[in-house]
C-alpha cells in the first residue's frame, strides 16, 4: 500500500472525483427512489420560504384596518393550510424513499466491497496490518458514506433553495440583515470543514488502536481462547491492556472535541447577537411604524430560518466532506491491484501427467523477513507421494501455500507438467487439488454441508457426501447426531431458548471436526493433487490408522503430498524430503533414511522410544 493510499487530505480534484463516484453509486443503487428523494428535496426546500410569505400576507391582512373576509380570504387560507401539511407529511415520505435507498446502497456496496476482496487470489494482503486497517475503515465507509454523502448533498440542496428563498422573502424586509446574516454564517463553514478533515484523520490515526482494542474483546468472549483465558487468569490482563487503547483513543476524541467545542461556540454566540439585535431593531422599528406585524413576523421566520439552513447546510457539508475523505479508503480497495499477478491469457491447467517440480525455490514473507525456504527442489512424480518432515518452522506448510499459489516464490519457480504455476489461472489449478490444512475451518453448517463444500457442483449429492464421509471415518458420528447430515453444527445461529430443542445446533469434538474437515478434502473427487497438512493431528489412535488405511486406497491414483510430525504415518510414502531451516538436507524412501545417521532416522527413533517406553511402563504396571 504506497503512502499516498493511506492519505486522507483528499484534494479537490479528489474530492470531486469521489462526489461524482458517490452520486453514481447512490443512482445504480436505485434510480426510482433517487429521483423521488431529489423531487421531494427540492419541494422540502421551497416550503419554509412559500409558508413564510403565506403568513405574512394573512398577518398583514388580518391587522385592523385591512381585514380579511369571505371568499376573498378562502385562496390564501387553504394555500397555507396545502403548504403546512406537506411541510409535516413531506419529511415522512422522504425518509421511505431514503430508506429504500439505503438498502440498495447496502446491496450494491456489499457486492463491490466483498467482491474486490474476493479478488486477492493470495494470502499476503490478509497478512498486512495497514491494509487491514484500510479494509476495517472501507467497511465503515462503504455503508454509510454513499448513503451520507447523497443525503447530505441532498440536504445541502434542500437547505440552499430554503436559504435563497428566504433571503429572498428577507431582502424584501431588510437587505442590510439579509447581508449579515450570511456573511456571519462563512466563519462557521470555514471550521467546520477543517474540523471534518481532523476527524477523517483522527479516524485513521486511532484505527490499529481499533484493531487492537476488537483482539482483546474477542479473546473475551471467543468460545476457543476462553479455556486458556479462565485457567491462566488473562481476563483482568486482557481488559487492562483493552482500557489502554481505549483510554488512549478516547483521550485522542477528546482532544478533538474541545477543538471543537473552542472553535464553535464563539461562532454560535456571534449567531444568536446577530438574531437578537436584528430582533430588536425591527421591533423598534415596528413601533415607529416603519414595519408592519406581518413584516416582523417574516424577519423572525426568515432571520431563525436562514440561520437554522445554514448552520444545517454547514453540517450537512462537512459531513459530506468527512464522509468524502474515507470513502477514499472504499474506493481505493475496490481498486486495488491484484496480490499475485495473473496473466491476461493465462494457460489453461492441464491434467497432471508428469508431475510438479520445485526449481530452487526461495521464499520469504516480507522483504525484512528472514527466507523461509532457501533453495528448495524436488519433483513429485504423477501418481505418487511424498512426504514432507522437519522440525517446526523448518518452512514445511509454506510449501503448501505455494503450492497452492496463495504466494509466489521469491525465486526459483514451481511448474505443474513444466508449465509456470503463475502462467496458470489460479481458480483452474485450485480446481485440480484437493487439499486438508492443518488450520482447517469449522464451518456454521450442517454437517452435510461442511462436507459437501469440498465439492460445490456436487454439494447436494447425498451419496458423494456419505461416501466422503465414510472414507474419512465420520460417517457414524454424523448419523448418530440428532439430524443426521442436516444436523447444524453451530451454535451461533441458534435462536434464544433453542438449547436442547430440535433443530438446534450441535458442536463437534476436535477429532471429530478434523475428520470432517478430511471428508471435505475427500469429497474433491478426480483431483489431481491431494495435500494433507498433518490430517490427523488430532485424531485418536484407532480413528488415525484406519483414517490413514483410507487415504491410502484414496490416494492410490492420485499425487499426493503429506506432512505430518507423526513419523510412522508417513513410512509408507514414495518419497520422504527432510526439511531444515528451509533447506532439504535428507530425502528418499522411509528404509534408506532410517538405516542412516540423519535428522530422519534420529527423529524417527526418537518417537518410536517414546513408544517402546510407553508399551515397558504400562507392561510393569
Ligand atoms: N504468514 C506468515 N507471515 C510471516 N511469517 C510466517 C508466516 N507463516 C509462517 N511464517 C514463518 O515461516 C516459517 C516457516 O513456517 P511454516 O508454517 O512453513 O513451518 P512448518 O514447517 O509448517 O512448521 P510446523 O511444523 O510448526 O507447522 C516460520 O518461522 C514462521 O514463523
Not at 493510499?5 to 445504480?28: H, N, P, Q
Request: proline share 4%; charged share 20%.
Amino acid at each position: 500500500m504506497t503512502p499516498h493510499a493511506l492519505d486522507t487530505s483528499g484534494g479537490r480534484r479528489d474530492l470531486i472525483r469521489r462526489t461524482v463516484e458517490a452520486m453514481a453509486l447512490t443512482w445504480r443503487a436505485g434510480p426510482g427512489s433517487c429521483l423521488a428523494f431529489l423531487l421531494l428535496t427540492i419541494a422540502q426546500g421551497l416550503l419554509p420560504a412559500g409558508i413564510t410569505l403565506c403568513t405574512m400576507k394573512v398577518l398583514d391582512r388580518i391587522a385592523p384596518g385591512e381585514g380579511l373576509h369571505g371568499p376573498a380570504a378562502l385562496p390564501l387560507v387553504a394555500t397555507l393550510g396545502v403548504l403546512t401539511t406537506l411541510y409535516a407529511l413531506l419529511p415522512g415520505v422522504s425518509d421511505y424513499a431514503r430508506s429504500r435507498l439505503q438498502r440498495g446502497i447496502i446491496l450494491l456496496v456489499q457486492d463491490q466491497l466483498y467482491g474486490a476482496v474476493n479478488r486477492f487470489i493470495g494470502l499476503s494482503r490478509f497478512e498486512s496490518p495497514a491494509f487491514l486497517d484500510r479494509m476495517r475503515l472501507a467497511q465503515d465507509a462503504a455503508f454509510s458514506a454513499p448513503d451520507r454523502i447523497t443525503m447530505s448533498l441532498f440536504a445541502v440542496v434542500q437547505q440552499f433553495l430554503t436559504v435563497v428563498s428566504l433571503i429572498a422573502v428577507l431582502a424584501t424586509v431588510s437587505p442590510l440583515m439579509t447581508v449579515i446574516t450570511v456573511v456571519a454564517a462563512l466563519p462557521a463553514l470555514a471550521v467546520e470543514l477543517s474540523l471534518s478533515r481532523e476527524r477523517a484523520r483522527l479516524m485513521y490515526s486511532i484505527s490499529p488502536r481499533n484493531r487492537r482494542q476488537l483482539f482483546y474483546q474477542r479473546m473475551l468472549l471467543d468460545l476457543t481462547a476462553i479455556k486458556e483465558v479462565r485457567l491462566f487468569g488473562l481476563g483482568g490482563f486482557l481488559l487492562g491492556r483493552m482500557h489502554h487503547e481505549t483510554r488512549h483513543i478516547n483521550a485522542a476524541e477528546e482532544r478533538l472535541d474541545r477543538r471543537t467545542l473552542v472553535r464553535q461556540g464563539p461562532l454560535c454566540a456571534l449567531g444568536a447577537v446577530i438574531a437578537a439585535g436584528g430582533l430588536a431593531w425591527m421591533i423598534t422599528g415596528a413601533l415607529r411604524g416603519e414595519h408592519t406585524v406581518g413584516e416582523v413576523s417574516a424577519f423572525i421566520a426568515t432571520v431563525s430560518g436562514v440561520q437554522g439552513a445554514l448552520t444545517a447546510t454547514i453540517l450537512q457539508g462537512t459531513g459530506a466532506y468527512q464522509a468524502l475523505l474515507l470513502l477514499g479508503h472504499y474506493t481505493d480497495l475496490t481498486r486495488t491491484e491484484p496480490d499475485l499477478p495473473v496473466p491476461s491469457a493465462p494457460l489453461s491447467t492441464p491434467k497432471l501427467s508428469q508431475g510438479i517440480e520445485f526449481d530452487d525455490v526461495w521464499f520469504r514473507y516480507g522483504e525484512a523477513a528472514p527466507w523461509v525456504l532457501r533453495g528448495v527442489s524436488f519433483t513429485l512424480p504423477h501418481g505418487s507421494s511424498l512426504a514432507l518432515v522437519g522440525l517446526n518452522g523448518a518452512g514445511k506448510s509454506t510449501v503448501v501455500k505455494l503450492l497452492c499459489r496463495l504466494y509466489d516464490p521469491i525465486r526459483g519457480a514451481i511448474r505443474w507438467d513444466g508449465v509456470d504455476l503463475r502462467d496458470l489461472d489460479p481458480a483452474e489449478l485450485r480446481d485440480r487439488i484437493s487439499a486438508v490444512f492443518q488450520d482447517y475451518v469449522e464451518y456454521d453448517f450442517s454437517a452435510a454441508d461442511n462436507i459437501g463444500i469440498g465439492d460445490l457442483a456436487h454439494r447436494t449429492e447425498m451419496d458423494r457426501v456419505m461416501a466422503a464421509a465414510r472414507r474419512a471415518e465420520v460417517h457414524d458420528v454424523v448419523t448418530a447426531l440428532p439430524q443426521g447430515y442436516g444436523t447444524l453444527l453451530s451454535r451461533i445461529f441458534d435462536e434464544p431458548g433453542d438449547e436442547g430443542a430440535e433443530g438446534a445446533g450441535m458442536t463437534l469434538s476436535g477429532g471429530q471436526w478434523q475428520r470432517l474437515a478430511l471428508a471435505r478434502a475427500m469429497m474433491r473427487e478426480g483431483r489431481d493433487l491431494l495435500i494433507l497438512d498433518e490430517p490427523s493431528a488430532g485424531l485418536d489412535p484407532e480413528a488415525e490408522q484406519r483414517v490413514h488405511r483410507q487415504l491410502s486406497a484414496y490416494r492410490e491414483d492420485a499425487t499426493s503430498l503429506l506432512i505430518s510430525h507423526r513419523l510412522g504415518t508417513v513410512r509408507r510414502a514414495d518419497r520422504i524430503v527432510v526439511l531444515a531451516e528451509g533447506r532439504i538436507i535428507e530425502s528418499g524412501r522411509h528404509a534408506e533414511l532410517v538405516q542412516g545417521s540423519g535428522t530422519y532416522a534420529r527423529l524417527f527413533r526418537l518417537q518410536a522410544s517414546g513408544y517402546t517406553e510407553r508399551a515397558e511402563t504400562e507392561g510393569r504396571c
